[in-house]
């Protein structure tokens, strides 16, 4: 069974700051991995999309990872501000194409201070 | 614009009386499913639809039905509400065929609060 995992739950950070939010997954049969933000009572807004094949993906100050053999994701934001404060969600698309159920981390939380 | 609109955003309403909301998506997709999103338990799959006519249950389909008579509507259907279904409901629709087409569009949500 698929199990997508976010640490830290919480993070503060003040402006500025480079930061990375981890998101790991027990089963590497995934088909591809996005990393979406939650705006509080708000949708879901994709950031990034990894393919499986892929280790990277880039936009703006965002950096997205996988390595698919250890099961691990990571997001990097650069010079953080406090228009980044938001709730991070690692979400993986298990199987073999884009109809496989999508398994989502609890998120994590990030509030950028001023 | 892209997008996937959800009505109504916010409901209350009281235990028994039948529901429905609404998902429209404008971008030709053919998948489309249906979350619930709970503190401590995260988003979780409803229902989804690979394309018209063709519906199957998520992790959690009890309670719930669904219907996709046309490609861009997936209403959601509460026949007879409880209290423990109370939560924010996303509708979602992707595009399957590869690449960045692949990004998964989600709706603004439904905030439910059954009495």
């Known amino acids: 069974k698929q199990e997508v995992t976010q640490i830290p739950a919480a993070l503060s950070v003040p402006e500025g700051e480079n930061l990375v939010l981890n998101c790991s997954f027990t089963?590497?049969?995934?088909?591809?991995l996005q990393w979406f933000r939650q705006d509080p009572g708000k949708g879901l807004t994709s950031l990034l999309l990894?393919?499986?094949?892929?280790r990277e993906q880039t936009s703006g100050r965002l950096n997205a990872s996988l390595d698919k053999s250890s099961g691990r994701s990571t997001l990097y934001i650069a010079a953080s501000q406090p228009g980044d404060s938001a709730t991070y969600l690692c979400?993986?698309?298990?199987?073999?194409?884009?109809?496989?159920?999508?398994?989502f981390g609890q998120g994590t939380t990030l509030q950028v201070k001023p | 614009e892209a997008q996937v609109t959800q009505n109504p955003r916010y409901l209350i309403t009281v235990t028994g009386k039948k529901l429905t909301v609404t998902c429209s998506q404008n971008?030709?997709?053919?998948?489309m499913s249906w979350y619930r999103q709970d503190p401590g338990l995260g988003l979780r799959q409803i229902y989804y639809?690979?394309?018209?006519?063709?519906?199957d249950k998520g992790d959690v389909p009890e309670g719930y039905k669904v219907s996709r008579k046309e490609k861009r509507n997936f209403p959601l259907i509460l026949e007879s509400p409880s209290p423990n279904q109370t939560s924010l409901y996303f509708c979602?629709?992707?595009?399957?065929?590869?690449?960045?087409?692949?990004?998964?569009?989600f709706g603004p949500g439904t905030r439910l609060l059954v009495l």
């Open positions: 639809s690979m394309n018209v006519e063709v519906t």
């Open positions: 971008m030709n997709h053919e998948y």
């Open positions: 089963d590497s049969a995934i088909y591809n």
């Open positions: 979602a629709s992707t595009l399957p065929g590869g690449g960045s087409q692949e990004t998964q569009y």
């Open positions: 979400a993986v698309r298990r199987g073999s194409s884009n109809t496989g159920k999508l398994i």
């Open positions: 990894i393919q499986s094949s892929q």
